[in-house]
């Protein structure tokens, strides 16, 4: 199938995804060097923020999934795709090794991203009510199960342990699976309706400020690589140098 185009407003609603984990991972940065007591990321407003960031970003890429190979499943293009999440996954799972320790990121965003690129796979051709149905169950079993059988370390990505996990970014499958699922079939019916044609009708002219307010959404993963580096920089500049 021919690759889709892309639409302005979805790279726009990436653009409002990747600020608002800015803006988090900001705080944690503060939080990080002492700035900001631990208590503020842990309670309250915060980790609601995180959790709808990364909702936001999961739910897009369920769409995005659909928009891709709901019509038909390129298997280069998807390869590629897979590739190139599973190998930043890679990445940030050894940087955060080395910088992290034991609270490194061993099933963050990112793993959750890829995993969740080939079990959506499975849902593109269901009616979108099943895979919504499905996406409710998967969010309830993570936020119902916890046996004590699923803390083995291997098992620790399904989310279902009774122990506390403690890395700086955990993303399992349950219940994190759920907004996936949701935007494969919030894409399904997008399609289906005439929404997504008049959504990717929306054109913004190159170099119009709309062109460059959707650019961090066109390469969302490359901003997601650089961003921390560059935050966690500049406060320790602040911080030691100035």
Known sequence: ???????????????????????FHFMFD????????????????????????ASSFLFLSGVGLYLAY???????RLLRRLVKIAGAAVVVTLATRAAMGDQYVFWGILHMIAFGSLAGLLFLR?????????AAGVFWIGQTVASPALDAAPLLFLGLGAEPVYAVDYVPVFPWLAPVLAGV???????????????????????SLWDWLAFPGRHSLWVY?????????????????L
């Open 1 to 23: 199938m021919p690759a889709p185009s892309r639409a302005v407003l979805l790279d726009l609603a990436r653009s409002v995804a990747l600020v608002g984990m800015a803006i």
């Open 30 to 53: 503060l939080v990080m060097f002492g700035h900001q007591p631990p208590e503020v990321i842990l309670h309250g407003f915060w980790p609601l923020w995180a959790r709808v960031v």
């Open 70 to 76: 709901g019509q038909g499943i390129d298997l280069r």
């Open 126 to 134: 269901l009616p979108a009510a099943v895979t919504l149905m499905v």
């Open 185 to 207: 079939g919030v894409g399904r019916i997008a399609v289906r309706s005439g929404l997504w044609a008049r959504i990717a009708a929306v054109t913004a002219p190159k170099g």
């Open 225 to 241: 690589l650089i961003h921390q580096p560059v935050l966690i920089g500049s406060v320790w500049v602040w911080t030691f140098v």
